[in-house]
């Protein structure tokens, strides 16, 4: 049986910290390993445990989530964070992914979903709320003077599939006989011409149209 997957909470309301963390305890599949009840105290903790996963509040006080998120993604790529939040706006959720965040989740959601929701994000994939991710995308669908996909060449193309289905970098490496340096700068490019900043967004808008040299939806 696979090691569980170690998840840091970070929220400043503790009575809610805890329900999380007896949610998941229910699962083998999950460690819940420290609890935070600040943005400043979640990055402390990060560092210093280097969970498998972050479960982080969007608001709290001093620094916020958004912050914290994007200094943990910064310090440690490998680390899976999701977003656990009441703010339901897509300024709130884009800032969220641009953060690094790989996942961003209600709060009323059942503690069933939360547990599949946080297994999924822990291997791999992306996850927006439902309503919210019909937003952005309807938003990446309007039509423009240009397709940013036809930009892409046949390896980055080949990348962005992989990508779309949760590989990292060392895994699409492997797949493509590639150095992970190369695939970094095929990353870099893809982004660019994608016009997103995040291998979330990226990977949302490949599986929405169809990933270039893979099966179209």
Not at 83 to 92: G, I
């Amino acid at each position: 049986m696979p090691d569980p997957v170690r998840i840091l909470i970070v929220d400043d309301h503790p009575l809610f910290r805890d329900g999380v963390a007896h949610s998941l305890a229910s699962s083998a599949d999950f460690d819940v390993v420290a609890q935070a009840g600040s943005g400043e105290e979640g990055v402390e903790t990060a560092l210093r445990l280097r969970p498998d996963m972050v479960l982080m509040d969007l608001h709290m006080p001093g620094v916020g989530g958004i912050a914290a998120a994007q200094c943990i993604a910064e310090a440690l790529p490998g680390v899976r964070i999701m977003m656990l939040t009441v703010a339901e706006n897509r300024d709130s959720l884009l800032a969220a992914l641009k953060s690094g965040a790989h996942g961003y989740v209600l709060k009323g959601v059942s503690a069933a979903e939360l547990r599949a929701i946080t297994r999924n994000v822990a291997h791999g994939e992306a996850y927006v709320t439902p309503a919210l991710a019909a937003d952005l995308l309807a938003e990446f669908s309007r039509p423009r003077a240009n397709d940013p996909f036809s930009s892409l060449t046949a390896r980055e193309a080949e990348v962005l599939e992989l990508l779309s289905r949760g590989l990292t970098n060392r895994e699409i490496g492997e797949a493509l006989h590639l150095a992970e340096k190369t695939v970094k700068h095929h990353m870099t490019s893809i982004l660019q011409k994608l016009h997103v900043r995040t291998r979330t967004e990226a990977a949302l808008i490949a599986v929405h149209h169809g990933a270039p040299g893979g099966p179209q939806r």
